[in-house]
């Protein structure tokens, strides 16, 4: 085996596709997001039932068109 070709399976071999763990930081990504997502949802609610005394029924409305919309999009095959 040359030297370059040594050089090059050395570097393909460390390549982050060849990873098992390739897809694990796209992952922690989408699963932050969805936290971050329903910290602020809940942030939202506090401040609204919390501070103003209002009952929030907005909230639960858009929180269903937005799981119904996205439900119908994941069905479609549109994924993350």
Known sequence: MSR???RGASI???SPCSSPTAGVATVLHQHRSQILLWAVLALALNVLVGYAG???LGHA????????STALLLDAGHNH
Do not use: D, Q
């Open 4 to 6: 370059i070709t040594a």
């Open 61 to 68: 409305g858009l929180f269903a068109v937005a799981g119904y």
């Open 12 to 14: 393909a071999s460390r």
């Open 54 to 56: 209002l009952v929030s």
